[in-house]
């Protein structure tokens, strides 16, 4: 059992923190903090039903979650290091006890019970058929997109599809990965035919239907890979891609760079942003809905009237690298200069050539930001879960597979993701930019490899693709021999040894002693 425990008590609590937590969206309610209810007085009208369903969405912006932790530090990859970090979970230092890995795993629990209950108890609310199957399909994904992160991460999880009633409940085992997976597609399945239509919001922090189907996608292309190796699931990854290219709901943004302004600036753009975690304000007032994108993970700064920046993450030059002349993507991921003062002036001060490890994410620059005055840590700017170029290059990866190479709508897909990367027309073919014509499907396979990197680079992705290709380990101990090889020698020793604790276990986290301090029947991943 998920400390059954803290369950019981979010089971009476979690009305107040269900309305409290309504504040975490503020585009999808609008209530006011009310006392104490029950489940039987609860769940009856469509303001109950939107109340709890926000405390399910809550959990994706919890600070072990999108707020900060899944940003960088649980997610270490081959695109960044964590700058002299040298001790805890920012130098890649983890154990069953570490406290960032079992607040990740309980809020992710804590998600799924509350999902669980608003399952269990919406048949008694009086609201329309449209409202219920709208509700209904966001809980059921949401249940399902936790239980994806869980499985991802942690491996086989225990599988808890009702809530806790009682603290004699029998704890549960880890259930097997094919089992986690099979119930998380059939969360997703049933809610695809329950969510609405993007276009009925013109907003992304609600699940609709086209992030059903792209995160289904998803889904599918990591059931396709490591651990589970199911080569059949590609077929169903390039049909769930194709439904969401064939909806004409969305499209890629012209300008590369526009998408994250746009993020910082909280402006909702729906044709390439699928699906965001909202997160509003500076947490300066009662309300503090506010995340650290572009704090925790910007351009270097000191001074919060321009935008404050940690000085931690940082790129590394095999993503440098990554990007060829012309790509404007290198210069918008990777800042080319830093914040510093001279004379009492603050300057942007260019890198030179040869200093590459010592620049920062660039994707979220605070200076756009619209919420004044800006704080040191918090931000109003939301993170990407899902973008439409990401439905293209999986689209694309699924087809290659399924058709031994690559048809002409596989290269179309990629190669409009390219073109976007070079400010060039999306529709019309440019030689100089394109992919290769007549590869083959191994070296196809490569650039869709290649082109990840580049596109979402800094966006949480990478790890997780490297784990799905069974390439995580290996990559890393080539980051290891680069670091040695390439690194400066004041950030080289940090750097070298986050990435040496990369080892074969590390492709899931350990079950956290928090779990395994009341449940007796979960097992320790192997090697932790």
Known sequence: ????????????????????????????????????????????????????????????????????AMTSYLVFS??????????????????????????????MYTGIERANMLLEN????????????????????????????????????????????????????????????????????????????????????????????????????????????????????????????????????????????????????TDECLWEVEFSGTNQGEIQEGGMIGSYNGIVCSDIDTGWAYDYVHATLKLYEAYQNGDLRRDWTIAPFRFATENGKLIRKPWADTQIYERSPGKWRREYEKTLPRTQFYTGTNWPLLRYSDV??????????????????????????????????????????????????????????????REFAFEGLRKHDLVRWGIYVSTMEGQVGKYQAEMPNDLKGPAVSQAQRVTGRSVVFPIPNSERATNPYIKQNEGW
């Open 122 to 269: 919406i048949d008694n609310a009086e609201v329309s058929t449209e409202k219920y199957n709208e509700v209904k399909g966001q809980a059921l994904f949401l249940r399902g997109y936790y239980y994806f992160m869980l499985v991802d991460e942690f491996g086989e999880v225990p599988l808890k599809l009702a809530s806790s009633k009682s603290p004699e409940e029998k704890p549960l085992p880890g259930s097997s990965i094919k089992d986690i997976y099979e119930q998380i597609v059939a969360d997703m399945k049933e809610a695809e035919g329950l969510v609405r239509s993007v276009s009925d919001y013109g907003y992304n922090t609600r699940i609709t239907k086209t992030t059903v189907q792209g995160i289904l996608a998803r889904v599918y292309l990591t059931m396709a890979g490591s651990p589970l190796n199911d080569v059949a699931k590609y077929t169903d990854a390039m049909v769930y891609a194709q439904k969401v290219i064939e909806s004409n709901e969305h499209a890629l943004n012209p300008s590369f760079k526009q998408i994250f302004i746009n993020h910082s600036e909280e402006v909702f753009e």
């Open 392 to 453: 293209l290059l999986m689209y694309a990866e699924a087809d290659n597979y399924v058709n031994d190479g690559p048809s002409d709508q596989a290269y179309d897909a990629i190669n409009k993701v390219r073109r976007r990367g070079y400010g060039k027309d999306l529709n019309n073919k440019d030689a100089t930019v394109d992919v290769a014509e007549d590869l083959s499907q191994h070296d196809f396979r490569d650039s869709i490899k290649n082109e990840r990197l």
């Open 78 to 107: 081959d695109e960044f290091f964590m700058k002299g970090r040298t001790s805890g979970i920012l130098a890649n230092i983890i154990d069953a006890s570490t406290l960032e890995i079992n607040r990740h795993w309980e809020s």
């Open 1 to 68: 059992m998920i400390k059954l425990s803290v369950m019981i008590k979010i089971r009476i609590s979690l009305f107040i923190a269900c309305i409290l937590s309504a504040f975490s969206c503020n585009k999808i309610l609008n209530t006011t903090p009310q006392d104490f209810v029950t489940p039987t007085q609860y769940y009856k009208t469509e303001r109950d039903l939107e109340s709890a369903l926000a405390g399910i969405y809550d959990r994706l912006g919890d600070v072990r979650m999108y707020a900060q």
